[in-house]
């Protein structure tokens, strides 16, 4: 599946006969739901990888290949401390919830985190044992508990009367500590005129780059945020550099390497525009579902923040004036 196998595990018909006790056994590793591999030797040299370690790794030649030849990403990580430490000490070794930068696809590695085990088999005499690698992806139980405390947080400081700044980037910060493609968040808020943006929390962003378009206006063709406060609707640009919504805007964003960048409004239940939240990288991309679910979880949680700020800012007012 991955490439020519080994001399040492060719089979021949009659054993590859999928009715026949080791046809069954492959068939069983190529199909099972959990992540599989053995390697062997000093160097980690792929023996077997099922289809499930395959969609893990980005589907890459794998057999009769080393590690470091395969995935020269991993080579500096805890996945190969973890191979070396297995072969030599002959020990199981188990890591609940482990991260792992590999390149699925493009140039950009993508953390993922993997309940694994590390089994060392049998070794000759003097030789690092092999190892079979088994586990199963948890990345997904890993952002959402990451994501369900920093929201209680985001709530706690809004309860709390934090300045709005600090709150919305904590906000941001969800995103941002969750993404696997190194995602950079901004929210701006809609001026009292209706017609103007102005900077909210953009706690990974250039400062130069928000200095510049603080106070920008929206309208039709405004860039993502300016476009989508005007059409008080999500506007996607995957690509900056060729999207006309970005004409005048994008000699401001492309020397600080904003490549895409997509922007939702943040409303409230009656359909008033408060302000926008944007999402941009440094690469042309179009976006997930994931990334599509997370932006409702922010602009929801962003309309009740920043409308009772607002309510409280009005509050204060009258008391003034009373």
Known sequence: ??????????????????????????????????????????????????????????????????????LPE???????????????????LVEPKMSMRVIRSGDMAEELFVSIVFQPLTSVAGKPADVFVQGHEVTGDQRNETIRAAHNKVLELAIGDSPLERTLGELIGIVEATS??????????????????????????????????????????AGSCGTAAYRGEPVFVTDIATDPLWAVYKAVALPHGLQSCWSTPIMTRGGQVLGTFAMYHHEPREPTVRDLTL????????????????????????????
């Open 180 to 221: 696997s493609t190194g995602v950079l968040g901004s929210i701006l808020l809609l001026d009292q005129d209706g017609k103007h943006l102005r900077h909210g929390a953009a706690p990974s962003l250039p400062p130069e780059y928000m200095a510049a378009i603080d106070g920008a206006e929206i309208g039709p063709v």
């Open 74 to 92: 991993l080579a500096s990580q805890e996945f190969t401390a973890l191979l070396d430490a297995a072969a030599i000490s002959g020990g199981a």
């Open 1 to 70: 599946m991955f490439g020519v196998m080994p001399e040492r595990v060719i089979l021949d018909s009659a054993q590859m006969n999928p009715g026949s006790e080791l046809g069954q056994l492959k068939r069983m590793f190529e199909l099972a739901p959990g992540f599989a591999a053995l390697l062997e030797g000093d160097d980690h040299r792929f023996v077997m990888a099922n289809a499930a370690f395959g969609d893990l790794v980005g589907r890459r030649e794998l057999v009769g290949r080393t590690l470091a030849e395969a």
């Open 295 to 322: 932006v409702d979880l922010v602009t929801q949680t962003a309309a009740l923040v920043i409308d009772r700020e607002r309510a409280q800012i009005a509050l204060r007012n009258v008391g003034a004036v009373v």
